[in-house]
């Protein structure tokens, strides 16, 4: 992987015509920037390069990077990892780490040293023994080195002050025998680390050859790399889940549950918003998915207003854009679900509001009802009132006091239906009955990357205004309200007062995230 998304060229009378056929506009002895993928293979400009093993950095022109990735469709190894990559390749083409290992490679190669020599092996032939004899007896007077009383000598010495051994060999299985109970124990405690999805297979030079049982491939992972996805709570197959782009698992599963489904769509598409890359497009329902990785799609890669103008830029042609954020997949995928199953008239489950009955819900049982179904969790909220049918909460909608310029406003906070269940007029059910009791202006709000707002249309509110793209922390792999690390909040912490909020969260390693900002929604009674 290189590091750089993009280079600076000067232009030159040999790379004008090159770069003018990709998009650019290129002009003698002027600078201009390059995505990295557009760079010329020939460039010996110098790139940053980052194994796709272990993560080390290392310095190369593009050129050789090229190269060695064959166009850029290869992994790249460093140095360290490269046997890795020659255990892949053979792995791969004869099923064994090692072509020594198949018996036909030994084979042909034996018979042509017998063709060549008339020995299995060339220190087996005259010709490399006349020659070892004659430079030894050259060198000291002898046939063999190890004949010499004072190289014996100092071949012990020189083991001993290194290794503490008489002899190398002494030390070799000395620390055969240590690396290979090093390698059972470090087998058996990620053994223990990973979900029974995964096998491992084997472990030799801080690399893991692992089975992964949905897929079926056998992929090779170093355990720095291993910690980290397991840390993060992500796939570590790096055939489902490829090193470079930590969130294509995502992609992966979502396909598969809109091929469950039978739902026609269209990945990674670019003819719809001029070239910008639309992760899955579902044309049968004006539907869009873009998948957002908390650290690929943080302020470290992308603007301020990038989610939300790629939100815009789809309204225009009617299609809604459903934000699908890496951490609410990993955490809420079910949710999700249930949302892109609602969008697609494939829930099952129906139920009609008008055969439900309406009862105040007690706060635990709304707490529960809210984590389980609803993408943003638990808020509290002074009234709660339910649908239950059958005896069942199905679905449910919350109500707080808000005070604006003195006047005390009421907020719907939260709404949402039983998990795959669509409740048939359940909205406006549960708002009427709100209302009874309730003649105040109702405010909400509804969060642009994932909904539409269709609703609060529907049950008579009025659009008011929309915010700024709102930002989250990113913790720990989890987007973390802005709320949490307020600069109130951090000093009282003990961090610096003269520093700023974002000062303080970036020198602590923590970066921001953009969503899309929320609509404000009136109803005035």
Not at 43 to 71: P, Q
Not at 80 to 91: D, G
Not at 131 to 156: A, M, P, R, W
Request: glycine share 6%; proline share 1%.
């Amino acid at each position: 992987m290189i590091k750089e998304k993009e280079i600076v060229v000067i232009g030159h009378s040999r790379n004008l015509s090159y770069y003018r056929l990709r998009g650019y506009d290129p002009k003698i002895r002027v600078e201009f920037i390059v995505k990295v993928e557009d760079i010329m293979p020939g460039s010996a400009y110098k790139i940053h390069s980052i194994c796709d093993i272990c993560g080390r950095e290392t310095t190369n022109t593009f050129k050789d990077y090229y190269s060695y990735t064959s166009g850029l469709t290869n992994m790249f190894y460093c140095k360290v990892c490269k046997t890795i990559k020659s255990k892949k390749t053979c792995l791969d083409k004869y099923g064994v780490d090692n072509p020594m290992k198949v018996d036909d490679i030994k084979n042909s190669l034996k018979n042509s040293l017998k063709v060549k020599y008339g020995v299995d092996h060339y220190s087996s032939t005259e010709d490399y023994k006349s020659k070892y004899k004659n430079t030894c007896l050259s060198k000291y007077g002898i046939e063999n080195t190890f004949q010499v009383d004072s190289f014996k000598e100092k071949s012990k010495k020189t083991s001993n002050e290194k290794y503490g051994v008489d002899h190398f060999i002494n030390l070799f299985t000395t620390r055969q025998e240590s690396k290979r109970k090093k390698e059972k124990n470090t087998k058996v405690k990620y053994d223990n680390l990973i979900d029974d999805n995964f096998s491992i297979m084997e472990y030799e030079s801080d690399t893991f050859l692992i089975n992964h049982k949905v897929c079926g491939g056998n992929f090779l992972i170093g355990s720095g790399l291993l910690r980290s996805r397991t840390n993060q709570n992500v796939c570590i197959c790096t055939i489902c889940n490829k090193i470079g782009n930590k969130f294509s698992f995502i992609e992966t599963e979502l396909c598969s549950f809109l091929n469950e489904n039978n739902i026609d769509y269209i990945k990674n598409s670019r003819k719809l918003l001029n070239g910008k890359e639309i992760d899955i497009y579902i044309p049968n329902f004006n539907l869009a998915l873009e998948i957002n990785g908390v650290y690929w799609h943080s302020e470290l890669y992308k603007k301020k207003d990038y989610h939300l103008n790629k939100t815009i830029e789809c309204n225009k042609l009617d299609i809604h854009l459903l934000h699908i954020w890496e951490d609410d997949w990993k955490y809420k995928s079910e949710i999700i679900k249930s949302i892109i199953s609602n969008k697609l008239n494939i829930i099952k489950n129906r139920i009609y509001a008008r055969n439900c009955v309406i009862r105040s819900v007690s706060s635990s049982d709304s707490r529960k009802f809210l984590d389980k179904n609803h993408i943003q969790g638990f808020s509290s909220s002074q009234i709660k009132l339910g649908l239950y049918h059958n005896d069942e909460l199905v679905s449910l909608m919350t109500f707080g006091d808000r005070y604006t310029n003195s006047k005390i406003e009421y907020e719907l906070i939260r709404f949402c239906n039983k998990l795959n269940t669509n409740v048939i007029g359940s909205a406006s059910k549960l708002f009427k009955s709100f209302l009874k009791d309730n003649n105040k202006i109702v405010i909400s709000y509804s969060d642009i990357s994932m909904f539409d707002g269709k609703m609060y249309a529907i049950l008579g509110f009025e659009f008011t205004s929309i915010s700024d793209p709102n930002y989250y922390w990113v913790v720990d792999g989890i987007r973390k309200h802005r709320f949490n690390y307020n600069k109130k909040k951090l000093i009282s912490e003990g961090f610096d007062p003269n520093k700023t909020e974002v000062k303080i969260m970036h020198d602590r390693g923590y970066y921001r995230i953009w969503g899309c900002g929320q609509k404000k929604w009136t109803y005035f009674p």
